[in-house]
Nanobody, 122 residues
Framework: QVQLVESGGGLVQAGGSLRLSCAASGRPISNYAMAWFRQAPGKERVFVAAISRLVGSTDYAGSVKGRFTISRDNAKNTVSLQMNSLKPEDTAVYYC???????????????WGQGTQVTVSS
């Protein structure tokens, strides 16, 4: 099975940018649809963005559309989330997810990373 490790989180001011990375091992990510979810303090984990397994189609939560971009590099076995124009409400632990289905749905994936903290100050 695939193992996922996120990196790139940190503290940033509102309006700034961060780039999260998810490194996969154990299996090539070309076998998986990939996605990012986030969980804010005291709230449930929610869908952020997804990229399909085959053709690279993408999907975004309405709250991040136009600000975040998900991409995959199958050669490097990584998935990234470029986050621009960050807002305090983007503060959360961000999780990488993988699934053997064609696309990860907002209900979640089969495999998860441990998460990386993103904090946006106002």
């Amino acid at each position: 099975q695939v193992q996922l490790v996120e990196s790139g989180g940190g503290l940033v001011q509102a309006g700034g940018s961060l780039r999260l990375s998810c490194a996969a091992s154990g299996r090539p990510i070309s076998n998986y649809a990939m996605a990012w979810f986030r969980q804010a303090p005291g709230k449930e984990r929610v869908f952020v963005a997804a990229i399909s397994r085959l053709v690279g189609s993408t999907d975004y939560a309405g709250s991040v559309k136009g600000r975040f971009t998900i991409s995959r590099d199958n050669a490097k076995n990584t998935v990234s989330l470029q986050m621009n124009s960050l807002k305090p409400e983007d503060t959360a632990v961000y999780y990488c997810a993988a699934d053997v289905r064609a696309m990860v749905t907002p209900t979640g994936g089969s495999y998860w990373g441990q998460g990386t903290q993103v904090t946006v100050s106002s």
